[in-house]
């Protein structure tokens, strides 16, 4: 079975307010998304990687991430669009011709602690279903509310936060793909583009340091993950 990973790192990363895309940024010394990449690279299971990167960014990827590291799985970088989903359709286009029960393992490029036994697992669960939506329970109690009025308070036990890698059979993501780009459809993520189909998508538990680093806060909180590990270690 064929497994390939499309890491969107095509975002601008104005929360982040840094001179540099966010994706950029050094974490212990290394651009944030080599770290992701270094994740997807060591796992035998990973076949294929493509980086989906703003078009003007692709030399500088390629010469500071994937060359600089040593990266030998990664295919080619491929020029985002203006919203994630259309980086990933990018990414799924780009990959025309692989055979539809391949599982792709769509990942953010900027959520660099995803524990190894999660992919394995999600690759697990994508082959034998519809899709793998890898994410956490909700610890807070969540409300719905319209015009600043709580209209509901949905049961906290059935609520989970999304995380990635979202994973799927290629000819599965592909269709939701295409068929929301015809329609001119924008959802909230990969997996909701696979639900509208009726198709069905496990959840696979995920872990709660698995963060995608977006503002300085965050940072600073990846930093101290990484000052964990190294006592640990």
Not at 55 to 82: L, M, S, T, W
Not at 201 to 228: C, Q, W
Request: charged share 25%; aromatic share 6%.
């Amino acid at each position: 079975m064929k497994v390939i990973a499309l890491i969107p790192a095509a975002g601008m990363g104005k929360r982040m307010g840094a001179a540099i895309n966010k994706q950029y940024l050094l974490l212990n010394e290394k651009p944030i998304v080599a770290h992701t990449i270094g994740v997807f690279e060591s796992l035998p299971e990973v076949d294929d990687i493509y980086v989906i990167s703003p078009e003007a960014e692709i030399p500088y990827c390629r010469e500071q991430v994937v060359e600089r590291c040593g990266f030998r799985k990664v295919r080619d970088i491929v020029a985002g669009g203006a919203e994630r989903q259309y980086s990933v359709l990018n990414g799924l286009r780009a990959i025309d011709g692989t055979p539809d029960d391949a599982v792709i393992l769509i990942h953010d490029g900027v959520r660099p602690f995803i524990p190894v036994a999660v992919l394995e697992k999600a690759i697990r669960v994508a082959a034998e279903h519809d899709g793998a939506l890898v994410a956490v329970p909700a610890k807070d109690t969540v409300k719905v509310a319209v015009d600043g009025i709580i209209r509901e308070t949905p049961p906290r036990e059935q609520l989970w936060l999304a995380q990635t890698p979202q994973a799927f059979r290629y000819g599965v993501i592909r269709a939701a793909h295409e068929i929301a780009a015809a329609e001119g459809y924008l959802g909230t993520d990969d997996a909701s583009l696979v639900e509208r189909l009726g198709k069905d998508v496990h959840v696979v538990m995920g872990d709660y340091r698995n963060i995608k680093i977006t503002t300085p806060e965050d940072l600073v909180l990846a930093e101290a993950f990484i000052k964990s590990v190294k006592r640990e270690e």
